[in-house]
Each structure stands twice: as C-alpha cells, then as structure tokens.
T-cell receptor, first 108, second 112 residues
C-alpha cells in the first residue's frame, strides 16, 4: 500500500466551480503535510502547508484530519490558471513522500 | 535569494558518456535532495544530504553518484546511463521538515 494516496482524477470543472481534493496517508508518524502544484513540464511548487487547525489562502483552503489520516484541499471560484496537477506530500523525518497527484483541468 | 538553481536545464547524453548535474541554493537550508520524475508520475526520492552528509540513498543504481561539496552545492554524477534513466531530475532543499521543499526547475535528461 502506498504511503500517500490521492483521488485518481482527472477533474474537469467549469470556471467558477468549487473543487475538492482528498488525500489519505498510512503512516501516522508523518509530521507535516503540504500541497504542491505542478504545471506541465515544470517543477512542483509549494501551494500551502496543511495544519490540523486548517488554513486558508485566498481561494484555497487546506485541512488536516489526523484521526482519520486524511488531508483535503478546497479550491473556490476556480480559474483557468488553476489547471495543474496537485500533489499531496507527507513529511517523514528527512523524507518527503509524494502522492501520485491529481490532475485538474478548469474549462472555460 | 529564495531559489534553487539547477544546471543544465536540458541534457542529452550517450550511454557511454559521463556528465554531471549541478544544484545550488543560498537559503542556508540544511538538507538537499535529488528526485527523479518520469512523465505523469510523482517525483521519486533518490538521495538526501543532511549537513553535507549522505543520509538517505533510496537504493539508487551506482551509475548515479551524488556529491555535496559544501552546504550550498549538490552534484549528481552520471555514468553509463540507460535510456530508461531519461527523466526530469529535480533538486530540492529544505530548512526542516515543517516548511516543505523548494525545488529547482530541474534538468530534463535524455539518454540516447
């Protein structure tokens, strides 16, 4: 079983839609979690860290549920520029483990 | 300076060639990483350096040889690669696990 798993996608949504991604992790020893965004043929870029208390950055909200071992990312009022692959990442000491990623396409 | 710089951006090499990938950061990060990413797949960890010492080697073949000359530099020496080694090679650094990685833009390697 993979340590970090994500919705398979792809998600095709119209502009302005709200879209939610979920991610589950199997190793409860993980210390911290992140959402990364990766555009085609580019490097992953940190979108936001994920805290148990939840955190919001503009249209993006991330939440960590340690009891259920899942992480979520909510994107409101989606834009064409949000189209990318979203990677859920768990930190295990020095090692960051990536989920397989979920592809989002926001359509005009 | 909040960047991780990788060179070259693109590299084509033959199976008998020796080449090196370079990575540099000046953020004072203590850990540096090499990842390999194939198309439509997530990055896969290869090596971790912590305080200039190799701390994780994810069973990477010996044709890949990492080197950390100092706290700001990380190299990946390549020798006798196979076509299946063609991929995007990403360098990353982090201050500690609570802050996530900063990735370089990667080297797109093609082995012919």
């Amino acid at each position: 079983r993979k340590e970090v798993e994500q919705d398979p996608g792809p998600f095709n949504v119209p502009e302005g839609a709200t879209v939610a991604f979920n991610c589950t992790y199997s190793n409860s020893a993980s210390q911290s979690f992140f959402w990364y965004r990766q555009d085609c043929r580019k490097e992953p870029k940190l979108l936001m860290s994920v805290y148990s208390s939840g955190n919001e950055d503009g249209r993006f909200t991330a939440q960590l549920n340690r009891a259920s071992q899942y992480i979520s990312l909510l994107i409101r009022d989606s834009k064409l520029s949000d189209s990318a692959t979203y990677l859920c990442v768990g930190n295990y000491g020095q090692n960051f483990v990536f989920g397989p990623g979920t592809r989002l396409s926001v359509l005009p | 300076d909040t960047e991780v710089t990788q060179t070259p951006k693109h590299l084509v090499m033959g199976m008998t060639n020796k080449k090196s990938l370079k990575c540099e950061q000046h953020m004072g990060h203590r850990a540096m990483y090499w990842y390999k990413q194939k198309a439509k797949k997530p990055p896969e960890l290869m090596f971790v350096y912590s305080y200039e010492k190799l701390s994780i080697n994810e069973s990477v073949p010996s044709r890949f040889s990492p080197e950390c000359p100092n706290s700001s530099l990380l190299n990946l020496h390549l020798h006798a690669l196979q076509p299946e080694d063609s991929a995007l090679y990403l360098c990353a650094s982090s201050q500690d696990g609570n802050y996530g990685y900063t990735f370089g833009s990667g080297t797109r390697l093609t082995v012919v």
